[in-house]
């Protein structure tokens, strides 16, 4: 099997924006995913399989020059499953010589304690899933140092954008509620300020992850605006954007989550993470802006692209 340049594993939100990050660019890409189907366009060649395998991670990154990590299991199912599906992309990459960026988020560091979450900041995770995080970030940069693979990470925070939808805390709850004139729901308090990450910026943030010769061996914040604001803020832009002259906004209060846990797996998972959205957390990312020249697209400019996609769904 002789691959494209650039494989993608996984075609979800953020893998199909690190697609066209690298469409624009002229590349030829392959998309991995368990069932072999994406919404892609037809020259786009999806590949289903087990990507916890190294044998088929191996196989399906053959020839390639770089290989991107952004699968992403289950919320309820990362202990059991995201070690190994690290480990045998991991694997692929160290077969083939590509070099690898794996996509994260921020959990790994815990609670910003009143200041900007930057890469150096220490893991200091007191949940199960930072602390799962901060071990698998270490593997990677172990093997990094180690010389075995050529490695670099690409970190995003909570993300909103075009294919959101639920999981975005605003995506599906907000937009759709919004341009309907009804109550948007959103986690936590709405009125901390917060950083939010565009699904297209960290697409092209992975992508330039992947071509800029200084990215490996370090962690990179994936470009967010600056202008940090609050939930409730960029909920009243949306709003104002889908034409409605007020604002409705309820925050879903903790003991709804736990009670929904009990049933959920899912939403079981979130309780843990709601430490996220009690105090300012605000994600530094200067240094991919100032250093690798990859800058945010402006919030309110986001929004309205995220509205559009929305409407013509």
């Given at each position: 099997?002789?691959?494209?340049?650039?494989?993608?594993?996984?075609?979800?939100?953020?893998?199909l924006?690190?697609?066209?990050?690298?469409?624009?660019?002229?590349?030829?890409?392959?998309?991995?995913?368990?069932?072999g189907?994406?919404?892609?366009?037809?020259?786009?060649?999806?590949?289903?399989?087990?990507?916890?395998?190294?044998?088929?991670?191996?196989?399906?990154?053959?020839?390639?020059?770089?290989?991107?990590?952004?699968?992403?299991?289950?919320?309820?199912?990362?202990?059991?499953?995201?070690?190994?599906?690290?480990?045998?992309?991991?694997?692929?990459?160290?077969?083939?010589?590509?070099?690898?960026?794996?996509?994260?988020?921020?959990?790994?560091?815990?609670?910003?304690?009143?200041?900007?979450?930057?890469?150096?900041?220490?893991?200091?995770?007191?949940?199960?899933?930072?602390?799962?995080?901060?071990?698998?970030?270490?593997?990677?940069?172990?093997?990094?140092?180690?010389?075995?693979?050529?490695?670099?990470?690409?970190?995003?925070?909570?993300?909103?954008?075009?294919?959101?939808?639920?999981?975005?805390?605003?995506?599906?709850?907000?937009?759709?509620?919004?341009?309907?004139?009804?109550?948007?729901?959103?986690?936590?308090?709405?009125?901390q300020?917060?950083?939010?990450?565009?699904?297209?910026?960290?697409?092209?943030?992975?992508?330039?992850?992947?071509?800029?010769?200084?990215?490996?061996?370090?962690?990179?914040?994936?470009?967010?605006?600056?202008?940090?604001?609050?939930?409730?803020?960029?909920?009243?832009?949306?709003?104002?954007?889908a034409?409605?002259?007020?604002?409705?906004?309820?925050?879903?209060?903790?003991?709804?989550?736990?009670?929904?846990?009990?049933?959920?797996?899912?939403?079981?998972?979130?309780?843990?993470?709601?430490?996220?959205?009690?105090?300012?957390?605000?994600?530094?990312?200067?240094a991919?802006?100032?250093?690798?020249?990859?800058?945010?697209?402006?919030?309110e400019?986001?929004?309205?692209?995220?509205?559009?996609?929305?409407?013509m769904?």
């Amino acid at each position: 099997m002789t691959a494209p340049r650039h494989v993608v594993f996984g075609a979800g939100a953020v893998g199909l924006a690190t697609l066209d990050a690298l469409r624009r660019r002229g590349e030829q890409v392959r998309m991995v995913n368990r069932s072999g189907r994406a919404d892609v366009p037809p020259d786009v060649e999806v590949v289903g399989g087990d990507a916890s395998d190294p044998e088929f991670t191996v196989s399906v990154t053959h020839g390639a020059s770089v290989i991107y990590q952004v699968l992403n299991p289950p919320y309820a199912e990362w202990t059991a499953k995201f070690p190994p599906l690290q480990a045998a992309v991991l694997a692929a990459a160290e077969a083939g010589g590509a070099r690898l960026v794996s996509m994260e988020n921020v959990y790994m560091y815990g609670r910003p304690a009143g200041r900007p979450l930057t890469e150096d900041r220490a893991y200091d995770a007191h949940t199960k899933k930072g602390r799962l995080r901060g071990a698998m970030a270490r593997e990677l940069l172990e093997a990094h140092r180690a010389g075995r693979v050529e490695v670099a990470i690409g970190r995003a925070s909570d993300y909103f954008g075009p294919r959101g939808g639920a999981q975005s805390n605003l995506g599906d709850r907000v937009i759709r509620p919004a341009l309907a004139g009804k109550t948007a729901s959103v986690l936590g308090d709405p009125d901390q300020p917060h950083t939010y990450s565009y699904i297209p910026d960290i697409g092209e943030g992975l992508a330039v992850l992947g071509e800029h010769p200084d990215a490996p061996g370090a962690v990179w914040h994936l470009p967010n605006d600056p202008d940090t604001r609050t939930t409730r803020q960029l909920v009243d832009i949306v709003y104002r954007l889908a034409g409605k002259d007020k604002t409705r906004l309820r925050a879903l209060p903790p003991a709804l989550l736990r009670g929904i846990g009990v049933f959920s797996g899912t939403v079981r998972e979130l309780v843990e993470m709601e430490y996220l959205f009690e105090e300012p957390f605000v994600v530094d990312s200067s240094a991919i802006a100032e250093r690798l020249g990859a800058r945010a697209t402006p919030v309110e400019q986001a929004l309205a692209e995220t509205l559009e996609s929305y409407r013509m769904q």
